[in-house]
């Protein structure tokens, strides 16, 4: 299994920026894609981005298209998260996801195995 470990969440005001990070121990790391997902409060868990094991294949969600880019750095392990134009409804805790299962979508958060423990995004009007 994969621990994963988040960094890099906050307050900021609507059209701020802030970048997460995720650092990925354990079983192997650079062949698995990997993925973003955030819960806001009364809020199912939701799709945000993900990544292939290259690097060259990203996914998002319409919702964060365009303003969110993630990438990762297989070398250091590292998942990263770049949150640009944030909007108060961006807030909500964000979690690092890997080892998906194979052949299922990775927009659902049921097809990855091993989670981080959050992080905590807050955007203010």
């Known amino acids: 299994q994969v621990q994963l470990v988040e960094s890099g969440g906050g307050l900021v005001q609507a059209g701020g920026s802030l970048r997460l990070s995720c650092i990925a121990s354990g079983r192997t790391f650079s062949s698995d894609g990997m993925g973003w997902f955030r819960q806001a409060p009364g809020k199912e868990r939701e799709f945000v981005a993900a990544?292939?094991?290259?690097?060259?294949?990203?996914y998002y969600a319409d919702s964060v298209k365009g303003r969110f880019t993630i990438s990762r750095d297989n070398a250091k392990r590292a998942v990263s998260l770049q949150l640009n134009s944030l909007k108060p409804e961006d807030t909500a805790v964000y979690y690092c996801?890997?080892?998906?299962?194979?052949?299922?979508?990775?927009?659902?958060?049921?097809?990855?195995?091993?989670w981080g423990q959050g992080t905590q995004v807050s955007v203010s009007s």
């Open positions: 996801a890997a080892d998906p299962k194979y052949g299922r979508t990775w927009y659902t958060p049921e097809t990855f195995r091993s």
């Open positions: 990544i292939s094991w290259s690097g060259d294949n990203t």
